[in-house]
């Protein structure tokens, strides 16, 4: 099993900047992409950023560039740098990591217990 701890988010007014970090735990679990998803309340869960492990980036339209996503490959982090934060990006943040078991070689893909940014206009 792979674990995904999140930390940062927080409180903050609009216009203000939070940064989000993620560990994995995991040795024999190669991690192939990670990234940042968000919920907020009655919408459903959606891709803010991903990073693989080459470097490549994905973002959601409404946070290009406002948000950056950033991955230690050999520590098995990633961040995401939030700035110009506005009252929308209110939300539960998820931590997403999705990869393969070294031994087995199954794939599989793992969820941290989330992280709430509130932003206050």
């Avoid at 492990?53 to 982090?77: L, P, Q």
Wanted: hydrophobic share 30%; glycine share 12%; charged share 15%.
């Amino acid at each position: 099993q792979v674990q995904l701890v999140e930390s940062g988010g927080g409180l903050v007014q609009a216009g203000g900047s939070l940064r989000l970090s993620c560990a994995a735990s995991g040795s024999t679990f190669r991690i192939n992409s990670m990234g940042w998803y968000r919920q907020a309340p009655g919408k459903q869960r959606e891709l803010v950023a991903v990073v693989t492990s080459g470097g490549n980036t994905n973002y959601a339209d409404s946070v290009k560039g406002r948000f950056t996503i950033s991955r230690d490959n050999a520590k098995n982090t990633v961040d995401l740098q939030m700035n110009s934060l506005k009252p929308e990006d209110t939300a539960v943040y998820y931590c997403n990591a999705d990869g393969q078991w070294i031994f087995t070689k199954r794939y599989n893909n793992y969820w941290g217990q989330g992280t709430q940014v509130t932003v206050s206009s």
